[in-house]
């Protein structure tokens, strides 16, 4: 027999409620009661979801009010001094929205704290907030959620598996603050924690609990490796059936380590991995439950039941009693429920599974298993088996010109005309900036008038002519504010994008869209990823009406704004019939046409947004050269259609440079942004030990917090950054685009932001 659970599922809501209700929480209009009912009734929605869909252990713990690893750093007591209440305080609401978003200058305990850091979890578009360990760090458990949620299971009537992020993964996703220490020193502490955690909820009648180890999946150093047996071998005597959980990926060298922890399952991703399956078969220990990720929880597409369950069908001849089957992660990363979809066409949508689909896929494939024979077995194989038939077939997919035109790109295709030292002089004389020219990332708030109006074109209610002229409205009052403030290259705004890839994807042939398609990003950030169903061209220009009307109002230089190819591959459901490469190429072409486009038009400065670039890098590091190649030809191949006068910006999101430096250098744009301020500059290390040729924008403040920053605090961020970079080659911009912003805080922040900047070039130069 087979057993159908899940890893986790999504927690914002069909309809997005917990984000509606943790922005209404933030804004006052909502107390804490009122916020708690919601993520009640989501919990209780979402595990009947997933009853009704088939899964037989449902996960609990997977609920979080910003992000799991925030929830599990609260749970261990794991707060930073800046956020701590007074001695003996437990943490509150509060505490975790304030580590998670900084805390304001009213904040009874820890106004003006700044938020921690946050970064990509693993190689996925979500963002978890980064622990903080000190070498006197102590744990107790100081949370209760994990607790509560099990007890709100139970008295539904669920079969619960709570999920807890292993030890050695969670002190692996933080950093030592402080005197420099080994982060493995705080191990035994931790494990302590764990069997508390673990002889609680036995206590509460809990059989399995799922402890996620992703880094497995990672090239691990020795010390971790040797790490992992021990403390499996302490965690052991804990009185839970405890199943490891790893996902993103293989285990490789790492197969015989995790088949022998002292554990009583595995869980392995076979959609990232298949290639892993026949080798654990022959070395997982006798008693031990093997899970097997068979169905995608990172795409949208239907799962090929057929070729799944014959996977299976042969574990099962193996394994008996001790085979399980899931998705190959959690489905956080998946969108709810495909059955909200009303507006795609039957073809497409039989081609697509979201996460209660998901859920189905994984109970049909079980009882594949269970009761081969059954009607419905059958007959979801059989409409499985159509599906997949659908797809290769489908004209809506190749594209013979566009194969074509990728199949005679040029190696010369993806070079400027000039190194950067001859670039860079001409476009300094052209452009004549001052020393820390100042800028921004690109988006301006995006205001409830704006999204009223773009909703009411879409629904026919506003003429092209009318949304066009609230559009231009918007262009101008951006404009205006920038030159008030003293900014020195300015952007339009960019109100009428919705979405820095989907609203490039809409003017792009080979995409499609959802209407519900919502998947979290990180706290009440969602995102609704378009669909690459097709080979990808560009019918018609995207952007260059739009920045020309811009520019028109202005004698300073506007950027004109874009989104590259690897971020608008990462941050869509990508195709998984081609490569990612040759689909980065078609989107490459794409935006070069755009490029050009908008240099015709007289645009001198072309920013190619790439936040992805290093989420995109493979896990393991023997896959990074081939991806780095391919990623940064699709880069150069986007942005070297220009004369030398133009000057190419990119901007890159929360990333550790320190490996790709090379690889970043290698794209070769004039000037590259990049998110530091949560790290305090940390990030620029790269930079200065790699001798970063060409110029860069480091952030001096963190958008994704509320916080006002100083002109002082940003003129140290700044002068931190003038000792790593020469200042000749710095520019001053916020950490990202401004768009989730309020007007208020940002004309604020860019007030010191742009007075910093007159700083620097009275003290500095």
């Known amino acids: 027999m087979a057993l159908a659970h899940n890893l986790g599922f999504p927690r914002i809501g069909a309809d997005r409620e917990l984000k509606k209700a943790l922005e209404a929480f ?70 975790l929205f304030d580590m998670a978003r900084g805390a304001n200058g009213t904040d009874d305990c ?29 744990f107790a458990l100081s949370w209760e959620q994990l607790f509560e949620e099990v007890d709100e299971a ?49 206590t509460q009648g809990v059989e399995w609990v799922q402890i996620d180890e992703p880094i497995l999946v990672l090239d691990l150093p020795q010390d971790w490796k040797n790490a992992y047996e021990r403390a499996y071998n302490i965690l052991q005597r804990a009185p ?20 022998n ?90 081609w697509l599974a979201f996460a209660v689909q998901k859920c189905q896929e994984v109970a049909v494939l079980a009882k594949a298993v269970n009761q081969p024979e059954a009607p419905d077995v059958l007959a979801a194989l059989a409409r499985s088996r159509a599906v997949q038939a659908s797809r290769a077939a489908s004209p809506r997919i190749h594209k013979p010109a566009v194969q074509a035109r990728v199949a005679a790109i040029k190696p010369a295709d993806s070079q400027r005309n000039s190194a950067f030292a001859q670039r860079i002089a001409k476009q300094r004389a052209g452009l004549n900036l001052p020393a820390f020219p100042t800028t921004t990332i690109g988006s301006f708030p995006q205001t409830s008038a704006i999204r009223l109006a773009r909703q009411a074109f879409k629904q026919g209610k506003l003429t092209l002519g009318d949304y066009t002229e609230a559009m231009h409205s918007e262009i101008r009052h951006a404009v205006k504010i920038q030159q008030d403030l003293g900014l020195d290259v300015l952007v339009h705004g960019e109100a009428e994008r919705n979405d820095m890839v989907e609203y ?28 690459i169903v097709g080979d990808l061209s560009r019918p018609n220009a995207m952007t260059v009406e739009w920045i020309r009307y811009a520019q028109g109002l202005t004698d300073k230089v506007m950027k004109g704004m874009l989104t590259g190819p690897v971020t608008m591959l990462m941050w869509s459901f990508a195709r998984e019939d081609v490569s990612r490469e040759v689909q980065a190429r078609q989107l490459a072409l794409a935006i070069r046409d755009e490029v050009v486009d908008l240099e015709a038009a007289g645009i001198r400065i072309v920013q190619i947004d790439e936040a992805a670039f290093r989420e995109g890098l493979p896990l ?40 790709v430096i090379e690889s970043i250098a290698a794209m070769d744009a004039d000037v590259i942004t990049i998110e530091t301020s949560r790290s305090d500059m940390e990030l620029l290390e790269a930079f200065e030990k790699f001798d970063y040729p060409n110029e860069i924008g480091p ?67």
């Not at 921690?116 to 760090?137: I, R």
């Not at 986007?638 to 320190?658: K, L, P, W």
Request: charged share 25%; net charge negative; glycine share 6%.
């Open 240 to 259: 839970l059936k405890k199943l490891i959980a790893t996902y993103f990926g293989g285990l490789e060298e790492n197969l015989g380590l995790a088949a």
């Open 154 to 202: 139970h008295a539904l009537g669920h079969a619960v598996k709570p999920v807890i992020i292993g030890p050695l993964t969670y002190l692996w996703l933080g950093k030592s603050k402080g005197a420099g220490f080994d982060k493995l020193e705080l191990l035994d502490r931790l494990l302590a924690l764990y069997d508390e955690i673990f002889n609680r909820l036995a």
């Open 620 to 659: 393991r590091r023997s896959a990074w050269p081939a991806y780095l190649e391919w990623a940064t030809e699709a880069f150069r191949l986007c942005a070297s259609g220009v004369r030398d006068e133009t000057q190419i910006h990119t901007h890159m999101c929360y990333s550790e440079f320190n490996d």
């Open 26 to 95: 933030w804004k006052g209009e909502l107390d804490e009661a009122g916020l708690r009912q919601v993520g009640r009734e989501l919990r209780a929605s979402h595990w009947q979801a997933q009853k009704d869909a088939g899964i037989e252990l449902l996960p609990v713990g997977d609920f979080a009010w910003y992000d799991q690893v925030l929830t599990h750093s609260l749970t261990f007591g794991v707060v930073p001094q800046r956020f701590q209440r007074p001695e003996g305080a437990k943490p509150t609401l509060q505490t």
């Open 110 to 138: 820890c106004g003006g704290a700044h938020a921690q850091e946050m970064t990509k979890w693993f190689d996925t578009n979500y963002h978890y907030l980064v622990p903080e360990f000190s070498a006197d760090q102590q």
């Open 504 to 531: 490039f994807a809409e003017q792009l042939d080979g995409y499609a869209f959802t209407r519900f398609g919502w998947v979290q990003s990180y706290g009440s950030r969602c995102v609704k990823p378009a669909l």
């Open 699 to 765: 952030g001096v403040y963190d958008i994704h917090s509320p916080r006002v920053p100083s002109k002082d605090d940003m003129v140290k961020l700044l002068t931190k950054a003038a000792q790593r970079i020469p200042a000749e080659r710095l520019w001053v911009n916020p950490d990202c685009g401004l768009k989730t912003r309020a007007w208020p805080e940002t004309e604020a922040a860019l007030v010191n932001m742009v007075a910093a900047a007159r700083t620097l070039r009275a003290t500095l130069l």
């Open 261 to 350: 922890l002292p554990v009583d399952g595995l869980h392995i991703d076979l959609v990232r991995a298949p290639e892993q399956y026949p080798t654990i078969l022959d070395r997982l220990p006798a008693y031990k439950v093997l899970s097997l990720g068979l169905v995608n929880g990172r795409n949208i597409w239907a799962c090929d039941l057929e070729k799944a369950a014959d996977v299976l069908r042969h574990a099962a001849e193996r394994l008996g009693e001790r085979l399980w089957v899931a998705p190959s992660c959690s489905l956080l990363h998946s969108p709810v429920d495909l059955a909200r979809e009303d507006k795609l066409d039957a073809e497409l949508q039989s």
